[in-house]
């Protein structure tokens, strides 16, 4: 299994795959997103797409990552697909500058919740965005369309210097 950007042919099997993994709400959102994701990852088995990643990335200082969708292929789950894409995308949002990296999960999704705290995510109230980003942090979570069941977890990169001793203070 490899993970690579997407292509526009992947598409019939990425919409495929958000329509297995999700349901009616949360797949016109995933089809939906797919236009402007990045990272815009896939999971390529030996012979087809087995998962997608769509991730945004908030520009500014610093950026902030948002994983917002992330699916595999019901057939191929529990092979380290779903890791893969999960640890490209960290990789990606933190060479382009993010100093976390957020996502949102349905509390009783626990294969999700545990991939990504696996990966070092953590639970965290939804205020810390405006604690940690002041009013930037309101529009990102209104882009984020956090439903009252998911609970938001965040992954901070602390090897990452702060963007200016503001935000150092902020982020602490
Ligand atoms: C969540 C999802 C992407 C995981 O993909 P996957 O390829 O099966 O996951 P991996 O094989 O990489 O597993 C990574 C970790 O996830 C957790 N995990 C995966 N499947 C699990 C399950 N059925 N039960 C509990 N934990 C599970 C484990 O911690 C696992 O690590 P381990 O194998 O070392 O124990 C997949 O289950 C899926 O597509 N679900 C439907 C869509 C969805 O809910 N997406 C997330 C919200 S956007």
């Known amino acids: 299994m490899q993970i690579r950007d997407a292509t526009a042919p992947d598409r019939p099997a990425i919409v495929r795959i958000a329509r297995a993994s999700f349901d009616r709400v949360y797949a016109y959102f995933a089809v939906r997103g797919l236009r402007h994701a ?3 990852l896939v999971a390529e088995g030996e012979s087809s797409i087995v998962g997608f990643l769509e991730g945004i990335l908030f520009r500014g200082t610093p950026s902030i990552g948002y994983v917002y969708f992330v699916a595999v292929d019901p057939q191929a789950r529990g092979m380290g697909s779903g890791r893969a894409l999960v640890q490209e995308s960290l990789r990606l ?3 382009r500058g993010a100093d976390r990296v957020f996502a949102a999960v349905p509390r009783d ?3 999700s919740m545990r991939l990504f705290e696996s990966l070092g995510f953590e639970r965290v109230a939804r205020r810390v965005l405006w604690r940690w980003y002041r009013w930037r942090g309101l529009s990102v979570q209104m ?5 009252p069941h998911e609970v938001l977890l ?3 990169f602390t090897d990452l210097p702060p963007a200016s001793p503001q935000e150092g203070a902020r982020a602490s």
């Open 38 to 40: 990045w990272p815009f």
């Open 93 to 95: 949002f933190r060479s």
């Open 109 to 111: 999704n626990d294969p």
């Open 143 to 147: 882009r984020m369309l956090l439903a």
């Open 154 to 156: 965040a992954r901070t």
